[in-house]
């Protein structure tokens, strides 16, 4: 059984930064494609990032990139994305998947 479980989301003022983690354990961590979605209030769930298996190719969604990076430590089966120059509009939950397997989520609040 696939079990994720998020970490490292809090309150932060415009421009600063956060890294959120994802622990995976139950499945072989370091074939499958991982992602960051994320949802806002009042909003549909939305793909943020995804980095594949192997190569570790990333993806992000026009919103984010340039200053979000996933990135993967499958020695330590963990998922990774690094936030920087935050907006108010980052705010939402975030939710990393792996097959068809969610975490719990961590809250990204950005506000000054």
């Known amino acids: 059984q696939v079990q994720l479980v998020e970490s490292g989301g809090g309150l932060v003022q415009p421009g600063g930064s956060l890294r959120l983690s994802c622990a995976a354990s139950?499945?072989?961590?370091?074939?499958?494609?991982m992602s960051w979605y994320r949802q806002a209030p009042g909003k549909q769930r939305e793909l943020v990032a995804q980095i594949t298996g192997g190569p570790g190719i990333a993806n992000y969604a026009d919103s984010v990139r340039g200053r979000f990076t996933i990135s993967r430590d499958n020695a330590k089966n963990t998922l990774y994305l690094q936030m920087n120059s935050l907006k108010p509009e980052d705010t939402a939950v975030y939710y990393c998947r792996l097959i068809n397997s969610w975490g719990q989520g961590t809250q990204v609040t950005v506000s000054s």
């Open positions: 139950g499945t072989i961590f370091s074939i499958y494609t």
